[in-house]
């Protein structure tokens, strides 16, 4: 059984950092690629960073220069680190992955970027 687990969310003021965390369980975590999305209260969500098997990465726009995803293969663990958080970063954070055609998510951690 395919679990993700995310941590690491909460309350940030502008321009600070967070580091999530996402552990996961009940697959060969090396042989996947693993997403970071998030949504925002309203919105659609959206696609944040990619990173693969290989290691090689992608990221959306509104992202990009900011955010950073990495992974730990020994920890079975995925992470992104959001630098320069703005206001409109708030968002409820999921942890994806789509191992043989199906679709897996994490329960969501909150990033909250308020002064």
């Known amino acids: 059984q395919v679990q993700l687990r995310e941590s690491g969310g909460g309350l940030v003021q502008p321009g600070g950092s967070l580091r999530l965390s996402c552990a996961a369980s009940?697959?060969?975590?090396?042989?996947?690629?693993m997403d970071w999305y998030r949504q925002a209260p309203g919105k659609q969500r959206e696609l944040v960073a990619t990173?693969?098997?290989?290691?090689?990465?992608n990221y959306a726009d509104s992202v990009k220069g900011r955010f950073t995803i990495s992974r730990d293969n020994a920890k079975n663990t995925v992470y992104l680190q959001m630098n320069s958080l703005k206001f409109e970063d708030t968002a409820v954070y999921y942890c994806?992955?789509?191992?043989?055609?199906?679709?897996?998510w994490g329960q969501g951690t909150q990033v909250t970027v308020s002064s």
């Open positions: 994806h992955v789509l191992r043989l055609g199906y679709d897996y």
């Open positions: 009940g697959i060969i975590f090396s042989s996947w690629s």
């Open positions: 990173i693969t098997s290989g290691g090689r990465t």
